[in-house]
């Protein structure tokens, strides 16, 4: 993961596959570095939140997504769409959009490129 402070990353970690707020510390040396931050989020309501978002057929989880530096979430009602996002949730989300771990750092570097320092 880049380590550059124009890359803020949030993870939220919800309580799917029986995840409790304990795996949290161990989950968040998957990805880190400075600019990284992890949240327990107990009410899964930002999956929800995600799958109206989207238009998914069920629980958004396990959704990789990114957004301009000028989005903002300011109605926690309605989370605004990303500017483009992948999953790893086979049947749920189109099939086109299943994560490629190459193609979305491809991205991250397409968007840090258009980013001013």
């Known amino acids: 993961m880049k ?19 304990e795996h949290v510390g161990p989950a ?6 400075a600019h990284t931050m992890n949240y327990w989020e107990e009410t899964g309501v ?9 238009g998914a057929s069920g629980y958004v989880w396990d959704f ?9 979430w300011s109605d926690a ?7 483009f996002w992948q999953h790893q949730l086979r049947g749920r989300l189109p099939a086109g959009q ?4 190459t193609d979305f ?3 991250v570097d ?6 001013p320092r």
Do not use: C
Not at 3 to 18: A, K, N, Q, S, Y
Not at 77 to 83: E, I, K, Q, V
């Open 3 to 21: 380590d550059d402070p124009r890359l803020v990353t949030f993870v939220v970690h919800v309580p799917t596959l029986g995840a409790r707020e």
């Open 110 to 115: 397409a968007a840090l490129a258009r980013s």
């Open 98 to 101: 299943l994560l490629n771990p």
């Open 77 to 83: 009602a309605h989370l605004p769409a990303p500017g």
């Open 46 to 54: 930002i999956g929800k939140r995600m799958q109206e978002t989207l």
């Open 64 to 72: 990789w997504s990114m957004y301009a530096p000028d989005v903002q």
């Open 28 to 33: 968040s040396q998957v990805i880190k570095n």
């Open 105 to 107: 750092a491809n991205h």
